[in-house]
């Protein structure tokens, strides 16, 4: 796992030089990979990012959030973060409470980053329009709240980036 943490990192940047952009939409979803993983990213205002990552042979998300303003965060630190999907009738928390890790980009920035089960949080990014992160569980304490608008496409393109950086065959019926 942590070579995905320090992969996540290198590649927070959106123009950082350890990543090459592979697929691009006009809504701000990039596909990017490194030598040994794929990222779907996307930059929001005030240069908070939301970046995803996949490993197909062990079912797990990787995502990371940054918050510029969450100067108090130490590295190593966890956090407890409520995971909140929002759709216009619907309001899901069914993630509940995960654990975040904090790491320190080179400029200081904080990421929080919490693993979650793969194909579970690939389809919920994939059909919710929200999702947010907060303290307590309220609006009141929220960390961050980003848009999913164009994130099917981008998680489809991360599926399919995933399984030829790990060398598997797509319909493999065993990690579908």
Partial sequence: MYRYILALVATLMPYSAHANVIQEWNNGWQIRTTDENCFATRVYENDDHLVITYDPTEDKVM?????????????????????????PSVLDDGWGVKKFTVAKHENGLSQMIGV??????LNDLSRYDVIAFSIDGTANRMVGSYSLDGSAKAMSALKTCAFAMYGLNPNDPFIQ
Avoid: Y
């Avoid at 510029?68 to 909140?84: F, M, Y």
């Avoid at 979650?116 to 949080?121: H, L, P």
């Fill in 116 to 121: 979650f089960e793969g194909r579970v949080m």
């Fill in 63 to 87: 995502m990371s959030i940054s918050d510029p303003d969450a100067t108090s965060l130490r590295a190593g630190q966890t956090v407890d973060l409520h995971v909140i999907f929002v759709s």
